[in-house]
T-cell receptor, first 112, second 116 residues
Framework: KQEVTQIPAALSVPEGENLVLNCSFT??????LQWFRQDPGKGLTSLLL?????REQTSGRLNASLDKSSGRSTLYIAASQPGDSATYLC???????????FGTGTLLAVQP | GAGVSQSPSNKVTEKGKDVELRCDPI?????LYWYRQSLGQGLEFLIY????????KSGLPSDRFSAERTGGSVSTLTIQRTQQEDSAVYLC??????????????FGPGTRLTVL
């Protein structure tokens, strides 16, 4: 059974700092891994999608990496801003089913 | 273009009542998903529709839950005889193809269900 874990559960950093969020999964048979952002009371916004054959994806200040063999992904946020404050979720799309399995989330607070 | 929309945004009901939650996916998307987000359980998959194929119902927690997708577009999630543990945010998502490594799921804003 696929299990997805995120570390840390919560993180508070001063504005301008670079930071890394971690995601690990137990079954490497995945189609892709996605990082989402969730603001309070809102739905999920897709940030980056990494296909199983890819190593990383970049969008603006965000960079996500994938090491499928070790079951790990990281989301790197450069020059953090208060507007980055949100919950960040990673999710894997498994090979045996089409459902996303979500991690537990990291609550990020960027202090001005 | 328009994103995934859900209605109502909030629903308060009494224990034992039936509720219907609606999802309008992005036009042209063949795959539609329902997830539930509750305290202590995180985000969990409920059901998945792909075109005209039989839906994947493997995530439905009990037979009180059912969903249908009419005309390959709008979907309704029905919860019968609601219980307090059904209180959660119900999220709908759609994607272009479904089973594909490049397929991004786009989420709606959710329906917050409170069962008193």
């Amino acid at each position: 059974k696929q299990e997805v874990t995120q570390i840390p559960a919560a993180l508070s950093v001063p504005e301008g700092e670079n930071l890394v969020l971690n995601c690990s999964f137990t079954d490497s048979a995945i189609y892709n891994l996605q990082w989402f952002r969730q603001d309070p009371g809102k739905g999920l916004t897709s940030l980056l999608l990494i296909q199983s054959s890819q190593r990383e994806q970049t969008s603006g200040r965000l960079n996500a990496s994938l090491d499928k063999s070790s079951g790990r992904s990281t989301l790197y946020i450069a020059a953090s801003q208060p507007g980055d404050s949100a919950t960040y979720l990673c999710a894997v799309l498994g090979g045996a089913t089409n459902k996303l399995i979500f991690g537990t989330g990291t609550l990020l607070a960027v202090q001005p | 273009g328009a994103g995934v929309s859900q209605s109502p945004s909030n629903k308060v009901t009494e224990k034992g009542k039936d509720v219907e939650l609606r999802c309008d996916p992005i036009s042209g998307h063949t795959a539609l998903y329902w997830y539930r987000q509750s305290l202590g359980q995180g985000l969990e998959f409920l059901i998945y529709f792909q075109g005209n194929s039989a839906p994947d119902k493997s995530g439905l927690p009990s037979d009180r839950f059912s969903a249908e997708r009419t005309g390959g577009s709008v979907s309704t999630l029905t919860i019968q005889r609601t219980q307090q543990e059904d209180s959660a945010v119900y999220l709908c998502a759609s994607s272009l193809w479904g089973r594909a490594s490049t397929d991004t799921q786009y989420f709606g804003p959710g329906t917050r269900l409170t069962v008193l």
